[in-house]
């Protein structure tokens, strides 16, 4: 669940970058585009068969992208040949690397302590010094493609909503039911079947995303995404992806402590030793601003 949270939050971004081309109808394809383009330091080099294996994920994504994108070619190539930019490419490789190093590493886990958090710092650090390097290039060139093809083609967006929700019904629609089945005792469950009962057609998919974002929404994304755009220029300029990095494994270091033994819960010992090492140790001033703009 992690893993496909992590990659959630990272697609956020392409959803602004599409939403600019053309309003209501890129925000759709921001959306749909997100379900299976994923954006995959050498942490490949930490994992048997890493590089092969994440090729392998490669091809499987460049055939869900190109099957959604129809017949936009950037470039005179598949849409999917972005992959193979520098920038794309390395984030794709390093991020995929590292989601089967840490399913390999919690496989058999029960319970993830803190001080398995801690020993993980080293290669969300490698991650977020990648992500500095090549986040903007890679977007900016996917930007581009799209605009082109958003601007060759008067039915580009509502080709690729249509290819995207029929993907979606036949490929992960029943997969989604079951899980939300079987865990309707979770948040997450019950979150699943809510939408499943909303979602029970093409059309009422269709509907929702072009009915419910209007120019406001956009306009105020646009206005939120700037300021975050900033942050992060300025978080990463800074070299605070080291700093924040020493501070949080020193933080969960802090916390693997008593009876502090599952990192699921926040309360009691861990939440007491949390507080204990924050009284002591301030958190790095260019962290400090990402979290007061997560807040704003």
């Known amino acids: 669940k992690q893993w496909y949270q992590r990659r959630g939050r990272e697609f956020q971004t392409f959803q602004h970058y599409f939403i600019q081309i053309n309003l209501r109808s890129m925000k759709v394809i921001a959306v749909l585009l997100a379900i299976v383009a994923i954006s995959m330091a050498d942490i490949c080099a930490d994992v048997a068969g890493g590089r092969a294996q994440a090729s392998e994920m490669k091809n499987l994504v460049s055939t869900g992208i190109d099957n959604i994108m129809g017949d936009c070619y950037p470039n005179g190539d598949a849409f999917s040949a972005l992959l193979n930019s520098p920038s794309c490419s390395a ?19 029960d319970v993830v302590t803190y001080g398995m958090l801690r020993d993980g710092v080293s290669d969300i650090k490698a991650l977020g010094n990648l992500a500095c390097d090549h986040v903007e290039t890679c977007y900016n060139e996917v930007f ?48 699943i079947n809510g939408a499943m009962d909303r979602f029970t057609s093409v059309d009422s998919i269709k509907a929702f995303f072009m009915d419910n974002v209007d120019d406001a929404m956009i306009a105020d994304a646009e206005a939120a995404f700037e300021a975050v755009k900033q942050t992060a220029a300025n978080f990463c300029d800074s070299g605070c992806v080291d700093k924040t990095a020493k501070f949080v494994r020193k933080l969960f270091n802090a916390m693997n402590q008593g009876q502090c033994v599952d990192a699921s819960v926040i309360c009691g010992d861990c939440a007491d030793n949390a507080a204990g090492f924050l009284a002591r140790k301030r958190v790095p001033c260019c962290l400090q601003d990402v979290i007061e703009q997560g807040l704003a």
């Open 144 to 191: 581009a493609a799209v605009s082109a093809c958003a601007a060759a083609d008067a039915g580009f967006v509502q080709g690729v909503i249509d290819r995207a929700t029929e993907m979606y019904m036949s490929q992960a629609q029943a997969e989604l039911e079951a899980y939300g089945e079987a865990n309707d005792n979770t948040i997450i469950g019950r979150l």
């Open 91 to 109: 984030l794709f490789y390093q991020g995929a690397c590292y989601g089967m190093k840490a399913a390999a590493k919690y496989a058999d886990v």
